[in-house]
């Protein structure tokens, strides 16, 4: 069974950063394009970030995040990670992700940029 596992949400004054890692088990990520997602109070869910399958390595960020957030992969922890940098109060939200073209998702982590 495949499961994905969120972690390295918390709370974090603007302009912190935090790094989010999504680890898989079930499955290798490496043969998945891999999505991060948010969805912040109120609002619907909203695409951040995606990684291609690892053979095309190419990344797509969300014009909000572009520049600041940087994802990334690594085979061998089959995890693959968001780093957040120089975060917003708008960047708070619950953070999930997701292989693409499949209903797994994570249970997600919660992200707070708040003074």
């Known amino acids: 069974q495949v499961q994905l596992v969120e972690s390295g949400g918390g709370l974090v004054q603007p302009g912190g950063s935090l790094r989010l890692s999504c680890a898989a088990s079930g499955s290798s990520l490496d043969y998945y394009q891999i999505g991060w997602f948010r969805q912040a109070p109120g609002k619907e869910r909203e695409g951040v970030s995606c990684?291609?399958?690892?053979?095309?390595?190419?990344?797509y960020y969300a014009d909000s995040v572009k520049g600041r957030f940087t994802i990334s992969r690594d085979n061998a922890k089959n995890t693959v990670y968001l780093q957040m940098n120089s975060l917003k109060p708008e960047d708070t939200g619950v953070y999930y992700c997701?292989?693409?073209?499949?209903?797994?998702w994570g249970k997600g982590t919660l992200v707070t940029v708040s003074s």
């Open positions: 990684i291609s399958r690892n053979d095309d390595d190419e990344t």
């Open positions: 997701n292989m693409r073209g499949t209903d797994y």
